[in-house]
């Protein structure tokens, strides 16, 4: 029957969770070549929290299944749940959970109303596993020696390049992180799925099932193809329903001022490795400036209307004198005034944590990687490798430690010493800033942090975080910190478009001094597109990751 004249179809929401969506950055000239065709995550998000409340919305259906990263996993679980709340239908299917790391991808269908899976597929649930590999065999038949300092015992990053199997530390703080997402997930799936957790503990360890098997033992509701489950949805709650992608969801907004003349959230985001200098993107990966950050964090101090800072770390760590650069400005924007608030993403460790550390808030995701609260530094000593190929070094100096740290030589004994005292100079700050962030003892913060890595639920139990939850949820703290309404506005503090980069910066303060004022070249299009280029055998001295 045609459509009358005038009528606007109901919507049935449709997602793929397959993977998860992408975050772009609206700075980056690269970010649409890296998404083409890819789903948008906060458009997403937003959809998800909101559209519930839209009448024209029927319901939500989602493809899931794969590996997810844990947090991002729940931070979308989050978000259906708040879809559900509405009461409007939601459907998971999938085609297959029986890979290996398909764990994540089921506990995210169990936030929907009802599971179905396709009858050829099936259910592994077989836990959570976590395997490292060792380099330093391999660096020892290359002719590499790794001369690395570390503090302490469990800042394992080093650890992989040093040995050949786990430290009992090592060992130890993996267990703990397995231990720690597993429990999670089994408590998220027993109290969606109605089961006893030393039951569904039984289901895992008996595993993997076929799709009959799992909708027997209650794993899954339906078994069905594509087709089958659109069909049954559209038959409850509109046979015309148009299909829709989430993030093309659109709010309807009233007429309001304009955004940045109002009082609002600034959200400052750190995506990536911390390094000094503009925020790029390289062979190995996006690396955050603390020039770029510390503008950001610069901008939202100096803005009247801006009322409350959103800090949202996604990043491993890097480089120490860059962390401790935006650490500053987070402390300045605390000392004028303004409400700081950290938003944890999937990794906020090392250098990450250090500049969450002084922030009024911490929010992270119960399974963030953090603390992390450690530092190693050195260099990798490449002497027999190039006398093994035929290179020989000649060299001249001025100063007795000029080349302490060429690759082409070990260190003295005194070198070593000196490398050792910074390493320790660098850890005793680190801890002695984050016991003044966290306003507890030294020897509180020195008990959990010796380079141990936490899961969010673990950190909140030790004092390293505050609250458990998502973006949205470290939004509704500032703005409730700050005093402003529910629908303030969350503006970036800074912008500059594509033609503005190529502009001349007037001063340090001019956006466009820090803002990648360049079309993009070679290597950064080759990264963009996935192409493998040679990377830089170089290695910063000191690392907080």
């Not at 990794?347 to 190693?376: N, R």
């Not at 320790?424 to 962030?437: I, Q, W």
């Amino acid at each position: 029957m045609p459509a009358l004249p005038g009528h606007r179809p109901p919507l049935l929401l449709e997602l793929d969770l397959t993977e998860v969506p992408v975050t772009t950055d609206a700075d980056d000239p690269l970010a649409w070549l890296r998404s083409r065709g890819r789903r948008q995550l906060r458009p997403t998000l937003r959809a998800l929290h909101e559209a519930g409340d839209d009448r024209r919305v029927v319901g939500l259906i989602a493809k899931v299944g794969g590996a997810l990263p844990w947090a991002a996993m729940q931070e979308l679980r989050l978000g259906v749940q708040a879809f559900a709340a509405s009461g409007k239908p939601t459907v998971a299917w999938a085609e297959s959970f029986e890979g290996s790391r398909d764990l994540a991808g089921y506990v995210l269908a169990t936030a929907f109303g009802e599971i179905w899976l396709q009858p050829s597929g099936g259910v592994g649930l077989l836990g959570v596993g976590i395997e490292t590999t060792f380099l330093r065999g391999a660096l020892d038949r290359l002719g590499v020696e790794p001369q690395l300092e570390q503090r302490h015992e469990y800042k394992n990053a080093a650890d992989r390049v040093l040995r050949k199997e786990f430290t009992p530390a090592h060992r130890e703080a993996l267990e703990r992180l397995a231990e720690s997402v597993f429990t999670e997930s089994v408590s998220a799936i027993a109290a969606a799925r109605g089961m006893d957790a030393v039951r569904l503990r039984e289901l895992v360890d008996s595993g993997p099932r076929t799709a009959p098997e799992a909708h027997d033992a209650g794993l899954v509701d339906w078994l069905g193809y594509r087709d089958q489950v659109y069909a049954a949805l559209r038959g409850r709650v509109a046979e015309d329903a148009e299909l829709l992608f989430a993030d093309r969801w659109q709010p309807h907004r009233r007429p309001s001022l304009p955004a940045r003349r109002r009082g609002h959230v600034a959200l400052v985001e750190v995506r990536g490795a911390i390094a000094s200098g503009r925020t790029r993107r390289g062979p190995l990966g996006r690396q955050v400036g603390s020039d770029s950050v510390s503008a950001q964090l610069r901008a939202a101090t100096s803005n009247d209307r801006v009322q409350a800072v959103v800090l949202r770390i996604d990043s491993p760590g890097g480089s120490a004198v860059a962390s401790d650069t935006i650490w500053r400005e987070v402390c300045r924007a605390r000392e004028a005034g303004k409400p700081v608030i950290v938003s944890m993403a999937e990794v906020a460790a090392s250098g990450g944590y250090y500049i969450a550390c002084p922030a009024d808030v911490i929010v992270a995701l119960p399974a963030t990687l953090t603390g992390s609260i450690g530092v190693f530094g050195g260099k990798l000593v490449v002497r027999d490798l190039m006398e093994r190929v035929g290179l020989t070094t000649g060299s001249v100096e001025q100063g007795a430690r000029s080349l302490m740290f060429s690759p082409r030589r070990g260190f003295s004994d005194e070198e070593r010493g000196r490398l050792a005292a910074t390493i320790d100079a660098v850890y005793d700050d680190f801890v002695g800033k984050v016991a003044e962030g966290r306003r507890r003892p030294t020897s509180e913060i020195e008990a959990v942090a010796r380079g141990r890595v936490w899961t969010g639920r673990d950190a909140l139990d030790r004092g390293l975080v505050d609250e458990l939850g998502d973006l949205r949820d470290a939004v509704r703290i500032a703005r409730e910190r700050a005093r402003l309404p529910k629908d303030a506005p969350v503006l970036r503090p800074l912008h500059v478009s594509p033609l503005a980069r190529f502009g001349r910066a007037r001063n340090s303060e001019d956006p466009r001094a820090w803002a990648a004022a360049r079309w993009p070249g070679l290597l950064d299009v080759a990264a963009a597109l996935g192409v493998p280029v040679e990377a830089s055998l170089r290695m910063p001295t000191i690392r907080l990751r």
